[in-house]
Antibody, heavy 121, light 110 residues
Framework: EVQLFQSGAEVKKPGESLKISCNVS????????IAWVRQMPGKGLEWMGI????????SYSPSFRGQVTISVDKSIGSAFLQWSSLKASDTAIYYC??????????????WGQGTLVTVSS | QSVLTQPPSASGTPGQRVTISCSGS????????VNWFQQFPGTVPRLLIY???QRPSGVPERFSASKSGTSASLAISGLQSDDEANYYC???????????FGGGTSLTVL
């Protein structure tokens, strides 16, 4: 069974750093890209970036480039999302999601349970 | 401002058929397949439709979808009260080299 399990909720102060994780199981980790999606309170889904675990290639949304860093550790089947200096506006739920590709079609088929990040002084 | 455009709300009565539209451009819906996601408040989004019109196992046949040019639509027939949720369209964007989503449509069953 495919599962994406994310690290737990975080409460941080503005200016602090943070790294959250997404641990996958049930499939060959390098075979599927992993996307990160933000959902601010009461708002919709925003794509942040996507990483190819095979070679660590990352494509960032222009809205998030330079604001976050996406990485993977193939040896443990985990993807990461990190901030060097959090802002109050980073308060949101962050989802990792498995991106699948079959020939020319792409879809997001599995989601992590989400990590709530609260940034408050 | 979302890249894909959806109506913010939709409604229907039990048993009715409702449709939700999703408008994009040539770099996303116009050249790639469309996905639809269902999200109940406080829960994780769930894949409802992939490859424009395919349902994952477990998704009722009441849910169907289609695409024409740079627009797509989700149809829910035989509306039920537990269909009340937020619905998002999503597609790969070749120019962005990433995903784009609609702003979401909140469906109310009257």
């Amino acid at each position: 069974e495919v599962q994406l399990f994310q690290s737990g909720a975080e409460v941080k102060k503005p200016g602090e750093s943070l790294k959250i994780s997404c641990n996958v199981s049930g499939y060959n980790f390098p075979s599927n890209w992993i996307a990160w999606v933000r959902q601010m309170p009461g708002k919709g889904l925003e794509w942040m970036g996507i990483i190819n675990p095979h070679d660590s290639y990352v494509s960032y949304s222009p809205s998030f480039r330079g604001q976050v860093t996406i990485s993977v550790d193939k040896s443990i089947g985990s993807a990461f999302l990190q901030w060097s200096s959090l802002k109050a506006s980073d308060t949101a739920i962050y989802y990792c999601a498995r991106h699948s590709r079959v020939l020319t079609t792409r879809f997001i088929d599995y989601w992590g349970q989400g990590t709530l990040v609260t940034v408050s002084s | 401002q979302s890249v894909l455009t959806q109506p913010p709300s939709a409604s229907g009565t039990p048993g009715q058929r409702v449709t939700i539209s999703c408008s994009g451009s040539s770099s996303n819906i116009g050249s790639n397949t469309v996905n639809w996601f269902q999200q109940f408040p406080g829960t994780v989004p769930r894949l409802l439709i992939y490859t424009t019109d395919q349902r994952p196992s477990g998704v009722p046949e009441r849910f169907s979808a289609s695409k024409s040019g740079t627009s797509a639509s989700l149809a829910i027939s035989g509306l039920q009260s537990d269909d009340e949720a937020n619905y998002y369209c999503g597609a790969w964007d070749d120019s962005l080299y990433g995903w784009v989503f609609g702003g979401g449509t909140s469906l109310t069953v009257l």
